[in-house]
């Protein structure tokens, strides 16, 4: 029997916490527009697979779609406004008929409406762990949704796969699944080209980016290269993914089981908790340009903290305990940290020795401007 991408796969029966995050043309059906059937039959594997001891959050789509059904909106009618409109009005339907499968199962559900604010702020974000973490521990199934109705640009998702990503850094999962009305990643577009292949595992070395163009729909804003960075998002951060159709009969417990199916993301060794918020959640809010040894010393595989004497440059505004950006000295991203002084101390201190930095600054808050322990190197961080 091949080794790696099975044997990987076969360890999938091991992972307790999992996230799944269902798109809108699978909960959608067009001549009635809901697919009761295949809410039933998740929430069928869900309840038998809960008694061998996996737990599940979903995130789901289908709120703007049902909203602008019930409202009647024609595709003219497509406005930020009319489709904020639409979500409140679809979530609560939305929701009618997931807590309706799921009860009829013998399972609780509840929602959380998320922004990416809500997962940014560091606090914030601890507290959307506890409430999940607090329901799961009740055996409620929490069903999670971008709060669209209040998210403005700037500030949305954009599309649910990120959000799926964040929610499954967030409670640190064990696995995130990705069903949709694609088998999974595909050498090229399936629509379009005959040739295509299915690509049975995505290694982390491995770029297949200019595969994922197209594939999207009217009502899912996501589509195939959304899906692509939120997996391999996760899998660089050391959380297995796998991308599968979500029609496919009994898909989550023979995924499950290490069945061969759809597209699996080999996971890196896994980051800590604050290491998973740095890479995925966080949002920057200013740099730190190094010199070319301060580069080398954080690329170094012991890796080094940075200290005020590689530091040639700040650019932005920001307060101890930030989220900066370290830049080389051509301006390429090295990676991403927690600072542990304000921009404007950190000008009084770049340049120089740790040893100076009482006399500069009057005190000595750490020797490092940014930690190791709250860094993370730019290869985990998938472009983002
Ligand atoms: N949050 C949107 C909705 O519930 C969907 C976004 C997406 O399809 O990714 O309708």
Sequence with gaps: ???????????????????????????????????????????????????????????????????????????????????????ATGQPALMRHWSEALRHRGLICAQILLTQDDVSDRRRYLNVRNTIEALLRRRVIPIINENDSVSTEGITFDENDKLAALVASTIQADLAIYLSDQQGLFTANPLVDPDAKLVSQVRPEEDYSACAEGAGGPESKGG????????????????????????TEHVVTRLIAGENLGTFFVPRPPLQ??????????????????????????????GASLLPIGITEIRGRFLAGDLVRILGPEGTEVARGLSNYASDEVERIRGAHTSQIADLLGHVAHHEVVHRDNMVLAEQLNGR
Aim: a positive charge; aromatic letters at 2%.
């Design 1 to 87: 029997m091949a080794n790696g991408p099975i044997s990987q796969r076969e360890q999938l029966s091991g992972c307790r916490r999992i996230v799944i995050k269902v798109g809108t043309r699978l909960i959608t059906d067009g001549a009635t527009g809901l697919n009761t059937g295949f809410l039933d039959s998740l929430a069928r594997q869900m309840s038998q697979l809960r008694e061998q001891n996996h737990e599940f959050i979903i995130v789901t789509s289908g709120s703007i779609f049902l909203g602008r059904r019930i409202l009647a909106l024609d595709r003219h009618e497509d406005t930020l406004p009319l489709r904020q409109a639409a979500a």
């Design 273 to 302: 908790a604050r290491k998973l918020w740095i890479a995925t959640a966080a949002t920057p809010v200013g740099h730190l340009v190094v010199d070319d040894g301060a580069r080398r010393a954080l690329l170094r595989p012991d």
């Design 224 to 247: 195939m290269s959304a899906k692509l960075v939120a997996a391999t998002t996760l899998a660089d951060c050391g959380i297995p993914v796998v991308m599968a159709h979500g029609r």
